[in-house]
Nanobody, 119 residues
């Protein structure tokens, strides 16, 4: 059984910073792409940032230059450093990983963590 646990969310004023972390645990053999998604009230879940197994990254246009995604393969962890936060960044943030485990390969989701940016 693989589990993803997120941490680092909370309430911050506009212009502030937060760092999200997501760690996978279980019978993990290897990991592929890791990403962060977010879902605001009344909106669909959207991709925020993605880091491939080889280290290549992709970002949603609205966060380019403000957010940085990184990974630590030894710790099965993905990070999202969020700077210059805006009220429109307020959402529940979810991590997603492609994981090869003892039972097979699949995408896994974290439980979600709230990020609230006040104006």
């Amino acid at each position: 059984q693989v589990q993803l646990v997120e941490s680092g969310g909370g309430l911050v004023q506009a212009g502030g910073s937060l760092r999200l972390s997501c760690t996978a645990s279980g019978s993990i053999v290897g990991t592929g792409a890791m990403g962060w998604y977010r879902q605001a009230p009344g909106k669909q879940r959207e991709l925020v940032a993605l880091v491939q197994g080889g280290g290549g990254t992709n970002y949603q246009d609205s966060v380019k230059g403000r957010f940085t995604i990184s990974r630590d393969n030894a710790k099965n962890t993905v990070y999202l450093q969020m700077n210059s936060l805006r009220p429109e960044d307020t959402a529940v943030y979810y991590c997603n990983m492609y994981i090869a485990a003892m039972g097979g390969r699949s995408y896994y989701w974290g439980q979600g963590i709230q990020v609230t940016v006040s104006s």
